[in-house]
Every structure is written in C-alpha cells, then in structure tokens.
T-cell receptor, first 116, second 110 residues
C-alpha cells in the first residue's frame, strides 16, 4: 500500500518553456503533498507543502510564481516549472501523506528535469 | 529549528562488513524518526521508522534505535551486501514537514 506515482520520470525541455509534473497517490487519499528538489549528490530541499483545495505554502527562497503548485484533489498534485531555465535542471520528488503529524511520507520515484 | 545531522560519506565497505551510519537530531517535542534509502536514479524508499523513545525500527537486516537521551538514531547492519549500495537519509517529522539529513552514500564492494 501507500504508493505514490510521479510522472514523467524524466523530461527535457527548451529554455523558456513550461513543464508540468504530476504526483498521484494511488491507493490512499493524500491530505498533504510535499515537493522536494534534489541537486546532484545532495540532500532533498523542501520546496513547498500543498494541502488539497488550498494554496501551497512555499519555503523561504522558493519562487512561487516560478514553481506553481496545484493540489486539486486528494489524489493529485502538480508542479509546473514556468519559463524554465537551465538552472532549474534538477531532480524533483514529490511525497504524500494521508495524515498529519508524525507518520512517514511516501515518495514518488522523482522526475529528472533537464532544461537546454 | 529542528535539524538532522548525519555522518558524511562516502562509507566504503567490503561485503559482509558491519555498517554504522551515525545520525543525531535536534527537535522540540517528540518527533518520529526515519531512515530512507535512495538507489541511483530513483526516489526515496522508507527503510525503517521509530515513533518514540527506545523504539527499535528494523527492516531488511537494518536496525536503528530511537535514543532520546543522546538524541540519536544510528543505522546499523551486521553484514552488508553489494546490493545495499545506495544513499541513506536520516529524517525526522515533528509536525508536518519531513526534515532530512544530508545523506550518506554507502558503497559496498565484493
């Protein structure tokens, strides 16, 4: 149980275009979803927290107009990287939780974004 | 604020060697503690967890004990395999956010 599906697994786009990444909880309802960014050989940096039906909460230093997050249902959250630039190239990972508090998060397999 | 500190890698071991990856944390209240593993090119998989002091999490031969007195959650395995080569992340969750350590790369050679 507790499967999180992330799509696409990799994407290459041209500078200036926008890219949408989907994160779905397949067998549970995710009240909260988290988006992380991981640079090569580094830890995961939390970008934002999204709750179904409300605006995402962004971490300090993350541009909310550049990284648009939508959590339209209890099973789907999307991250759109707008007007992508090469410095946005990274590994993006979503995670989801069915409960608040201290239960573990379940992670998608990540999306490798390369902006040329 | 809450934080997690884990030993820097890489940790390089021969197959069947004993593994310890140190992890300490700083947190208010009573966080839950986790170890996640990331294989190359993949997302994170929950390896084990402990939700209160003195709990021992275990899975696939890995163990970690929640030590409140030393604020530690060290990961151990008695005999590593080549297939254990991956990056291991210690993490805590206190309210909603999951806070990660920097990760420790384990390389196991035959």
């Amino acid at each position: 149980g507790a499967v999180v599906s992330q799509h696409p697994s990799w994407v290459i786009c041209k500078s200036g275009t926008s890219v949408k990444i989907e994160c779905r909880s397949l067998d549970f309802q995710a009240t909260t979803m988290f988006w992380y960014r991981q640079f090569p050989k580094q830890s995961l940096m939390l970008m934002a927290t999204s709750n179904e039906g409300s605006k995402a909460t962004y971490e300090q230093g993350v541009e909310k107009d550049k990284f648009l997050i939508n959590h339209a249902s209890l099973t789907l959250s999307t991250l759109t990287v707008t007007s992508a630039h090469p410095e946005d190239s990274s590994f993006y990972i979503c995670s989801a939780s069915s409960t608040l508090g201290n239960s573990p998060l379940h992670f998608g397999n990540g999306t490798r974004l390369t902006v040329t | 604020g809450d934080s997690v500190t884990q030993m820097e890698g890489p940790v390089t071991l021969s197959e069947e060697a004993f593994l310890t990856i140190n992890c300490t944390y700083t947190a208010t209240g009573y966080p839950s503690l986790f170890w996640y593993v990331q294989y190359p090119g993949e997302g994170l998989q929950l390896l084990l967890k402990a939700t209160k002091a003195d709990d021992k999490g275990s899975n696939k031969g890995f163990e970690a004990t929640y030590r409140k007195e030393t604020t530690s959650f060290h990961l151990e395995k008695g005999s590593v395999q080549v297939s254990d080569s991956a990056v291991y992340f210690c993490a805590l969750r206190n309210t909603d956010k999951l806070i990660f350590g920097t990760g420790t790369r384990l390389q196991v050679f035959p």
